[in-house]
């Protein structure tokens, strides 16, 4: 079984400039999340998908972050303008239902320097 | 979200077994106890879960005190590649509500292995 895909795995850019990252779920599963890891951190939860639809975003930037995940597939987080803050590893997960009795699993990560 | 305690590191020897503590006194009854854990430059990764019952798989076991306040994961025989920082987290076995099943990492236990 295929796992969790991201691209790219590194990127490097400039304050103020705009990054996008790509996540590839596993098949089926149908709630998708993004979590932000600062370095010496545990990851934190950007915002969850079911199927298409944002169900927490809670503890999104909204003001520069947005994502998407159109045909309940795959997903893409943007940021526009980086700040310097969030130089991270961003990580995608997903899994089968939302419920607390399955298992997240994670992609590689994107780890994003901001300079 | 119901929070979790744990030692900030741990250490052990290859070949030995190894007891990580949890401790989780506001637990609730819809509470999944979940472990992951996180190689160096990696995305996390399940380990092992449970409601109320011990649990055993290939990779561990979850031992959970009758009172559900505490827990322990038990890896039988450390490799040096059991080397990683192990999160226990609590996760509502409903799919809905505030928290929709997602996960809040804190700053977990950094286990070393010495060969």
């Known amino acids: 079984e295929a796992g969790v895909a991201q691209s790219p795995r590194y990127k490097i850019i400039e304050k103020r400039q705009s990054v996008a990252f790509w996540c590839n779920p596993i098949?089926?599963?149908?709630?998708l999340y993004w979590y932000q890891q600062i370095l010496g951190q545990g990851p934190k939860l950007l915002i969850q998908?079911?199927?298409?639809?944002?169900?927490?975003d809670s503890q999104l930037p909204k003001d520069r972050f947005s994502a998407e995940r159109l045909k309940g597939v795959d997903s893409t987080l943007k940021i526009q303008p980086a700040k310097l803050e969030d130089s991270a590893v961003y990580l995608c997960a997903s899994s089968l239902t939302p419920s607390g009795n399955n298992e997240q699993f994670f992609g590689p990560g994107t780890r994003l320097t901001v300079l | 979200d119901a929070k979790t305690t744990q030692p900030n590191s741990m250490e052990s020897n290859e070949e030995e077994p190894v007891h990580l503590p949890c401790n989780h006194s506001t637990i609730s009854g819809t509470d999944y106890i979940h472990w992951y854990r996180q190689l160096p430059s990696q995305g996390p990764e399940y380990v092992i879960h449970g409601l109320t019952s011990n649990v055993n798989n290939r990779m561990a076991s979850l031992a959970i005190a009758e009172d559900r306040k505490s827990s322990t994961l038990i890896l039988h025989r450390a490799t040096l590649r059991d080397a990683a920082v192990y999160y226990c987290i609590l996760r509502d076995v409903l799919a809905g509500g505030t928290s929709y099943g997602k996960l809040t990492f804190g700053q977990g236990t950094i286990l070393t292995v010495h060969p």
């Open positions: 998908f079911q199927n298409n639809g944002v169900v927490d």
């Open positions: 098949s089926g599963h149908a709630t």
